[in-house]
Structures are given as C-alpha cells and as structure tokens.
C-alpha cells in the first residue's frame, strides 16, 4: 500500500547531489538490464549512495547506471537503475534497507490507454516466458500515495485482461509476481506533489527481504539502552553504507552501547568498541527486572558474536601501536556532538595520586568536535586498509553549516554527504570516506598545518541550542560565539 513516512529529509545542496549523480551517470555506456529501483519514502538523501555502496559491495567492477524518475522529481521512489541481472538485483533487495523492491518494467503510462499500449509494445520474447501455463503467478496492485480499497483494486485487476495471461494463480509462494503500481499523490498526504500521476506494469524481480532487522533488534526491547544509542535502521544504513561484510574487522571509537557493533555483528564482522568512559563498558546498569546488564547483554540475548574486545580508550590519544597500520576494514561511528553527551578527552594530571585503581575514573576535558574530527580521520586513515570506510555522523545547522567545512584528509576520499533532517532548525549528516591512498606521516603532517586551527563553526551548537539570542529588528540576532569566548564573524555568521 501507499507510503506512509512524510519525513523529506534532503534539502539545499542535497537536491544538488542528487541531480548530479543522475546526471553523471545517464551518458554512461552501460550492459545489462534497466529495472526500476521502488524505493520507500524516508531517509531520501540514503537511497542512492546506500545502494551504490551495496553495488560495490557485491561487485567493486560491476558498471551500473541512474535514469531520473519520470517528471524529474529527485524525491520520486520511483528510480531507474540499470544493472548486470536478476540477481544482482536480487543480492541488492537482501541487504538495502530503503530499497522496496527492483522490477521489470513492461509498460508504463500517465493514462491507461498510453500504459496498454506501452506493453503492448514491449517485447513478445521477454515477456512470454512469465505468461506460461506451466507458470505459477499472481498480480498485486501497489498505490503509492494513497491506500487502493480492494474495490478499487478488483477493478484495476480487470483493466489488465488485455494481457494474454495463460498461468494459473497462486497466492501463496507462486513462481512470478506481476505488480501494478499506480502512482498517484496527493500534496496532504505529507508526499511530494511533483510526482506525476502515473501506472506502472511490472515483473517483480525482488522484494526487499532485511527490513526484519528493525524489529528483531528495536531499541525498545533492548536490554542495555542508553540516551544516544543509535537507531537501528540507521545503523545498519551506516553499516551498508560502509560495505561490511562477514569477517570484516569494524571498529567504533564511540561505541557507548553498542548499537553501532549489533548491526555490524548481525552482518558477520568482527567487531571492536571502545569509548572514553569507562562506566558505560564496565559499569552497565541494573535492568527493570533487577538484573545487572551491560554491553556484553545484548550480544548474548541477541545470540552475536561477542565483539573482540570493548576498551576504554580515547580518539585523542590513540591507545594503539604507533607502528600499527592497516588491520581494519571499517570505522562506523556516531562522535559526540556536545548536545546531549559532550565530546572529552583524557586530561593528564601528574600530581594527582591515584587511591583506588579499581574505581578510579580518569580525568577528561572538553573536546571540540571539529578537534575530534581531525583524530577521528587522521586515526582511521592510518588503521584502515585500502579500500576500507569511515562512516561517521556530522552536526549540522542550517546557520552555519559549512560545506567546506567537511573535514578531509590527504588519505580519504569523500563518497557521500547525505543530510538527514532531524528538526526545523537541526540535521546531521552520514559522511563516508574511503581510503584510497596508504597513510602518509608527513602528508597528514603538511595538511593539518595548512588547514591550521580544526575548530568548525557547529562547535558552537550547544550555544545555538540553549543559549537565547537578542532581537534585533523583529528578528534574532545571528550566532556569533564559538564555544571559546571568541568572536570571530567571518567564520561562525
């Protein structure tokens, strides 16, 4: 049935992006099979880069393409994606989470007459070998945006007679599933209203199958929870997106419960956690019903791999060798944004005398997001193989979000910027990098002077969130303070 998520999610340069992947890839010479790529309406600024990173996951070489939606509507579900086959349409339905389904299309049309036509024309050898009768099938009617009463539904069913069907039907399990789409939104239903009126007869190919994970691992009925644990779409999105497989050594230098390291150990890699405080790796907490449970909880009521290990650690002082180079497939993480759990680094106090190591709890100080940006990157371009993925959330305002701002590094490519909106005035932003050239001391050395203090204009979000501006002329006063005291226009206005 109809879609039901209003959330738009991608605005500004967003629209940009979009645009200019479908438009780099249309003039590419492409083999195979042009399926139309059904996808739910959430997360929109996700969908392209999270399947063109599960395309390279299941073939780095294999060439595929992006045919704008009919109407040129980038916030349509209903894209064209040609690919080498059905199964490779297939693998892509088992992993994505904001993919529907890939479908054959046989026709497609504003009007019926134009859809009838439309398959009428479309190839005798393509399409005979589904309309056999040694051939199980059945025919489902899909409204997007809107629900189609069963009615409705018996109706359209009896428009499609003019299709030379010869199958027996099947309900249950049959051997080839045709769907009807018919595309027809309505503006208060929260959908886009570009989205042009419009019928679509398929073959379906697949259906995504791994959507099951939301419920299997929701956060409401997760033992050891905290006020940051990530939402479990997302964090499988960040996993896909990050192209972890089985075996894969995935790290997270932020992990705090964990949600990050369940996702990646349901997809089959080994996984390592480590956060600054040490309470929330050691400590745990006492569940409702009176048991002890902690981060360890979760992977054996969910039956994981335990992860190899969960240390205390921080990002700005690595605790790994300094000659440790390339053991690790994936960085997947969340930073802390200085909102609800502030960034810290460890603070060193040399007179300071420790009484009970057992107990003890080191000494931190405030860390700047865009300070823990650089050690995230530089951290990461040095433990990643080549080939391997930082994934990470960036704090975005639209006051005084930078693109320019998005930290690089002399080792790191960046392949996505996908802005998810959490708010009217707030969003963040899933960055993902890939190494694509081996650590350099010096090279990094020689970036980081040149690109001089690291402090980025959303260090000051907690002062956009709870410090109240002035009203100058009826309306509020720009933000002008980073989290310093300094006053520094040209940067943070």
Known sequence: MGATDTHLGATGCADTQLADRAASSEGASTSGREYLAYFLHRHLDFRLPELESLIEYEDKNASFSWRKPFGGCIYSPFWYLTLPSDGFARQLCSRSM????????????????????????????QKLPWLASDMTMKVIVDGWGRVIQQPEQLQYLKKLEFIPFKNPVKLAAPQVTFRLIVSNCYSDHGMPAEVPKR????????LCSHRDVIAQYGLPQRVYLGPTSMDTEMAFIM????????????????AGTGSILIAAAHLGAHTLGSDIDIRVLRDGKTASDGQAVDNWSNFEVYKLQRPVGLIRADVHRSPFRSNLEEVLDAVVCDPPYGVRAGGRKSQSIPE?????????????APYFLGECLRDLLHMSAKLLRLGGRLVYFLPAAPEVYREE?????????????????????????????????PYSASDAE??????????????????????????????????????NGHTNRSKFC
Request: net charge positive; proline share 7%.
């Open 98 to 125: 904001l993919l529907k389904g890939c479908f054959e299309v046989w026709g497609e049309g504003a009007t019926w007459e134009e859809l009838q036509h439309a398959v009428n024309a479309y190839p005798e050898h």
């Open 199 to 206: 019928f679509y007869f398929t073959r379906q190919v697949s």
């Open 239 to 254: 996993c896909n997106q990050a192209k972890v497989r089985k075996g894969h050594l995935v790290f997270d230098p932020f």
């Open 352 to 364: 300071r005398q420790i009484r009970d190591r057992e107990k003890h709890i080191s000494a931190t």
């Open 405 to 437: 701002e998005v930290p690089q590094h002399p080792a790191l490519q960046l392949v996505a910027n996908s802005e998810q909106v959490l708010s009217t005035k707030f969003s963040r932003r899933l960055i993902t990098m890939e190494k694509v050239k």
């Open 446 to 483: 020689a970036y980081h002077e040149e690109q001089g203090d690291p402090r980025m204009a959303i260090d000051m979000l907690p002062s956009l969130i709870y410090e109240p501006r002035p009203i100058i002329n009826g309306r509020k006063a720009p933000p002008n303070r980073a989290l």
